[in-house]
């Protein structure tokens, strides 16, 4: 596949890029493990984000090896029944044995709990939650703000609040929702090393 090649869907209909983006993940044998894996784990509103996606998506249209880049796999659930660290740390074993012969380590986060350790870890408040997929409202950058899930169908659903434009026009667009500029900036500049396609929109001032 040519280079050149790696925009074909930028701009394209949200529809069409939802398709791509399916496709893409049907067709990498980790992510689908992932997904089956969380559908067989029964967790309350499971989804596949980020890394996981973005980064096969850059890799399929540029040409790259599958997994390039990809550091995890991060996996978040809403469960407000028990906020303890101790039911969290359940599933996350649980996940750990189902997901333990995959290449790449499977991160597990309840997203109903962000908020209690998020200030401490990060020194900046965070929202209560009141669905996985609110997570990537706050995300620092638009354009990794992305997820999916194994339906029991199935389909897989697409889960992308700003849309897919800047994904698949390979460009990194600031999130101004919380005070976040460092963690667009450096995750920026690790993406932009390995996908040099990247064009990177700057941290307004």
Do not use: C
């Amino acid at each position: 596949m040519a280079m050149s090649d790696h925009l074909r869907f930028s701009g394209a209909s949200h529809q069409v890029q939802v398709e791509a983006v399916t496709a893409i993940i049907r067709q990498e044998p980790v992510l689908m493990a992932v997904l089956e894996g969380l559908r067989a784990l029964a967790l309350p509103d499971p989804l596949l984000g980020s890394g996981a996606i973005y980064n096969s998506v850059w890799n399929v249209l540029t040409g790259r090896p599958p997994l390039t880049g990809i550091k995890d796999a991060d996996v978040v659930y809403f469960d407000d029944s028990d906020l303890s660290y101790e039911a969290e740390d359940l599933v996350i074993r649980r996940a750990a044995e189902r997901f333990a012969d995959l290449p790449i380590p499977v991160e597990v986060r309840n997203q109903a709990r962000v908020h209690l350790w998020f200030p401490l870890k990060f020194g900046t408040p965070y929202p209560q939650l009141k669905s996985s997929a609110e997570m990537m409202d706050y995300f620092a950058s638009k354009t990794h703000a992305v997820a999916a899930r194994l339906e029991d169908d199935d389909g897989i659903s697409i889960f992308a609040p700003f849309g897919l434009d800047d994904m698949f026009s390979f460009r990194i667009t600031p999130n101004l929702a919380l005070d976040n500029r460092r963690t667009h900036e450096v995750k920026a500049e690790r993406n932009k090393g390995i996908w040099p396609e990247l064009t990177v929109v700057p941290w307004p001032e």
